[in-house]
């Protein structure tokens, strides 16, 4: 449990709805056809009932408007979704061990996670059920969520998310975006990422929920899917995606219907990439900042501009070894290992992770800027720069790069890296490859990263 609500905005504790607004509204095109409020709320009670008396859930739907129903569901139940950094069989079940009493539920005739004892999978019916009721209101404190940091520092860290926190950031993220779209119209979302990923939760399960606004049943991943997707929507569209999704619809030159609007997150948004995506489908791409121990806590226009916009009530404080997060949803500070610089009292930059930072012969330079300058070599469709492990020379640990250059070779990135990079943190090694090892939010393991280039040995 997290503090009382103090937000005079929301109702007191025990009381917030579960879904808000006209019971006509649109929530969701899911199967091709409108879905209301009232008819999604018969799902979520239906589906409540078939769910075990207790437990934590791992919500394993594909279908958005299915885990959107599931999602509730349980938290009706008074339960708990987990939300696992990944949905690898291996993360799924490391995650449900430090939760033994948890469950799966999803679609699939077996466990999507592998074996698991009986008893601990719901398969939901092809047909949902539907049950008549109240209006469904859940507690505030009531912890619905639990996600889980991607572990790429040490193990996966839970995060508690009570139903006060999500109807606060919420909130944030509608005064965020809202000027997107006219005033007293209804956005209408597709997104890219999936609904277990804090990002894709935020954006897709709780906006359709608390924000009024109705989204598209689909994770679409192809550029020809998404303008189909889109397509499908009636009114005022906006993309919910990421870097790597955005920078492969660009490339593919397709036709999108006309957009409100472009949102970003999970990845730094070059801003040649933003510009581009502005140009090309004429609309703003916005990029949000945030994280799973925070939710989002900025914004701003990348194509435009390097400051990001804190959200109301936000603010950080500076650390050598990161920053302390203070914001509405959050039950105390939070602290971050990016380094910020502040701008008065609602915008900074970002200056990296103190692990990015690369010091060699008294020279300082960051991962993030060396990966930023492979990007912008002509011919790179992907790539990353690392530091390795292990130590070279002078007990330096040496870089290495990792890209997607069909046209290139070793020797032409390396030439037009030498023009803009310092000879010292030229990458020693350079591997390409025909894709690099993204997870479906578009991140890169580190673990993965590595097994690539050791191949290369």
């Given at each position: 449990?997290s ?29 091709g056809?409108?879905?209301r ?33 599931v999602?509730c ?11 696992p ?15 033994p009493?948890?469950?799966c ?14 008893g ?33 520092t ?13 109807a ?7 005064a ?15 997104a ?15 906006l ?29 569209r ?14 593919s ?8 609007g472009?949102v970003?997150?999970?990845a ?5 990439l ?68 502040l701008h ?28 930023r ?11 990353v ?8 020379a ?9 890209a ?18 310092d000879?010292?943190?030229l ?19 580190r ?5 690539l ?5």
């Amino acid at each position: 449990m997290s503090a009382v609500i103090d937000d005079p905005t929301l109702p007191a504790a025990g009381g917030l709805p579960l879904a808000s607004g006209d019971p006509a509204r649109l929530l969701a095109l899911a199967g091709g056809r409108p879905v209301r409020l009232h008819e999604f709320l018969g799902h979520v009670r239906g589906v409540a009932a078939l769910l075990p008396e207790a437990g934590h859930a791992v919500n394993l739907c594909e279908d958005r408007y299915r885990f959107l129903v599931v999602f509730c569901a349980v938290a009706l139940r008074g339960q708990t979704t987990l939300m696992p950094p990944s949905r690898t069989p291996a993360t799924i079940q490391q995650v449900r061990q430090r939760y033994p009493h948890s469950y799966c539920i999803g679609d699939d005739s077996v466990c999507g996670c592998g074996p698991v004892p009986a008893g601990h999978y719901v398969q939901l019916p092809g047909v949902l059920p539907s049950s008549e009721g109240p209006a469904p209101l859940i507690d505030g404190d009531a912890v619905v969520a639990i996600g889980f940091t991607s572990g790429s520092t040490g193990e996966p860290a839970a995060n508690a998310k009570t139903w006060g926190s999500f109807a606060r950031s919420s909130a944030q993220n509608m005064a965020a975006l809202d000027d997107l779209w006219p005033a007293a119209t209804q956005p209408q979302l597709v997104a890219t990422v999936p609904p277990q990923h804090m990002y894709g939760m935020e954006m897709s399960v709780l906006l359709p929920l608390l924000g009024g606004v109705a989204v598209h049943a689909g994770r679409p991943f192809f550029p020809a899917d998404i303008a189909a997707a889109l397509r499908e929507l009636p009114g005022e569209r906006v993309l919910v995606t990421t870097p790597v999704h955005l920078r492969s619809l660009v490339a593919s030159g397709a036709e999108l219907p006309p957009l409100r609007g472009i949102v970003s997150a999970t990845a730094p948004m070059p801003p040649e990439l933003a510009a581009q995506a502005e140009a090309l489908f004429n609309t703003e791409v916005r990029e949000l900042f945030g994280s799973t121990e925070t939710c989002i806590i900025a914004r701003r226009r990348t194509a435009r501009e390097q400051v990001w916009t804190l959200l109301p009530g936000v603010s950080l404080q500076p650390r050598p070894d990161g920053t302390v997060v203070h914001a509405p949803q959050l039950p105390g500070p939070v602290v971050l290992a990016d380094l910020v610089e502040l701008h008065g009292t609602d915008r900074f930059s970002l200056r990296g992770r103190r692990a990015d930072l690369l010091e060699v012969a008294g020279k300082r330079a960051s991962l993030g800027e060396l990966t930023r300058q492979l990007l912008a070599i002509p011919g790179v469709e992907d790539g990353v720069v690392v530091q390795l492990d292990e130590e070279g020379a002078g007990g330096v640990r040496r870089i290495a790069a990792v890209a997607v250059a069909p046209t290139l070779g070793e020797r032409a990135i390396l030439d037009a890296l030498r023009r803009v990079v310092d000879p010292v943190f030229l990458p020693r090694r350079l591997r390409l490859v025909p894709a690099l090892p993204r997870n479906e939010t578009g991140k890169l393991p580190r673990s993965a990263l590595l097994q690539l280039l050791a191949a290369a040995d």
